[in-house]
């Protein structure tokens, strides 16, 4: 399904990426989380019982952006640069309502369009980059 201003509307609710049990064991299947010296590791189990851990924020971060470019295109869960043009456009409106809009809102709209722009900036450090070319729609890269 397809809004007047050309993106997908979910007919479906996405459920939550793990259970109440999961997230209390956190673990998923073969993903688990651990925390060794107070420093939090990834782990993925292989089929033979061989391991990898992830660990550090940036590796971490990495995997997350990596994982969501392995979703499907037609995920509703992938996070993609139409998501982001659209997570732009609402804080540049929130800015430009509290430029214009009435001033004694003004502090509050720039702290909210301050949120929006960090939701923006993760999104941004998530996807792969976009050159002039190419078109921000829900479409993925060729890889």
Known sequence: MTSEIGFSIMSEAIRPALEPGEW????????????????????????????????????????????????????????????????ETVRDMIHDLAESG???????????AAGWDQMAQVLSAILPPVSDTDLLDDEPASR
């Open 24 to 87: 209390k064991l956190r673990r998923s299947g073969p993903i688990s989380l651990d925390v060794v010296d107070r420093i939090d590791y990834i782990v993925i189990e292989g089929p033979g019982g061989e391991t990898v851990k992830v660990t550090g924020a940036d590796e971490i971060f990495a995997l997350i952006s990596l994982a969501n470019d392995a979703l499907p295109p037609e995920d509703p869960r992938k996070i993609t640069h139409g998501w982001l043009a659209r997570i």
């Open 102 to 112: 009435d001033p004694k809102l003004a502090s509050l709209r720039h702290e909210l």
